[in-house]
């Protein structure tokens, strides 16, 4: 092959990488549950390591509407195959943070992957679950 050749057909093979590689990618779709308040904004977090479930690093993927309704639904599109793990929170009063009691309990709606029973934030091997290539679809109930 001569190298003119080669410069017309580089283009098409990126192309064809670059398109392959959300093929081997799947969506996220998060359902809410017990959306107790029609105030504020209901916010998702999909993370996928210890460092971004700690507060550390960035999640991969975040979103946010208002509530409307005792359910709301999520998709985050193309997840490369791995664990992640979800964190909502439900700012009731739109002041921009979680509001606790005296002893750090939240006052406004929360929840996390796999909904785990415990009283305190959830470790990340608690919360964590597998997006496949195909995607995954999980069931988030807040407290």
Same mark, same amino acid.
């Given at each position: 092959?001569?190298?003119?050749? %080669?410069?017309?057909?580089?283009?098409?093979?990126?192309? $064809?990488?670059?398109?392959? #590689? !959300?093929?081997?990618?799947? *969506? +996220?779709?998060?359902?809410?549950?017990?959306?107790?308040?029609?105030?504020?904004?209901?916010?998702?977090?999909?993370?996928?390591?210890?460092?971004?479930?700690?507060?550390k %690093?960035?999640?991969?993927?975040?979103?946010?509407?208002? $509530?409307?309704?005792?359910? #709301? !639904?999520?998709?985050?599109k *193309? +997840?490369?195959?791995?664990s992640?793990?979800?964190?909502?929170?439900?700012?009731?009063?739109?002041?921009?943070?979680?509001?606790?009691?005296?002893?750090?309990?939240?006052l406004?709606?929360?929840?996390?992957?796999?909904?785990?029973?415990v009283?305190?934030?959830?470790?990340?091997?608690?919360?964590?679950?597998?997006?496949?290539?195909?995607?995954?679809?999980?069931?988030?109930?807040l407290?």
């Open positions: 092959m001569n190298r003119a050749a %080669a410069f017309r057909i580089a283009p098409f093979a990126l192309i $064809a990488a670059l398109s392959s #590689a !959300s093929a081997f990618a799947g *969506d +996220l779709t998060v359902k809410l549950h017990g959306i107790r308040a029609q105030t504020g904004l209901v916010k998702v977090a999909v993370v996928d390591s210890q460092e971004a479930w700690d507060g %690093a960035a999640p991969v993927q975040a979103d946010g509407a208002p $509530a409307q309704g005792e359910e #709301a !639904s999520f998709t985050f *193309d +997840l490369k195959p791995g992640y793990a979800v964190m909502i929170t439900h700012d009731e009063n739109g002041n921009g943070k979680m509001d606790t009691n005296l002893v750090g309990m939240p406004e709606g929360y929840g996390f992957s796999n909904n785990p029973q009283m305190r934030k959830p470790t990340w091997d608690e919360a964590r679950f597998q997006v496949t290539a195909t995607g995954a679809a999980i069931d988030v109930d407290r």
